[in-house]
């Protein structure tokens, strides 16, 4: 299915994937990947932000759902956290 992207877009999902699944060193090879592309800091960026963006809302979202099984309206925030 990759075959359907250009390689320059196929990087950057890899690093919005990365960035959204927490996976460091997939980061880093899919960044590199993307740098010898000539692919721009600004669309680095533009990767990054999206996947921060999706990142938080799929963490809102999973905090709701298990406050919900546990019959609260919120879940309680992490001791030291920013939730």
Known sequence: MAEALDPRTA???????????HCQ?????????ARELGVSDEEIHAAVSLARRVRAAG???????????????MVPPVPGGTR
């Open 59 to 73: 963490d809102r979202h999973m905090d709701e759902h298990v406050a919900r099984g546990m019959g609260h309206e």
């Open 25 to 33: 060193p997939c980061f880093d090879y899919h960044y590199r990947q």
């Open 11 to 21: 990087e950057l999902v890899g690093i919005a994937a990365a960035v959204a699944g």
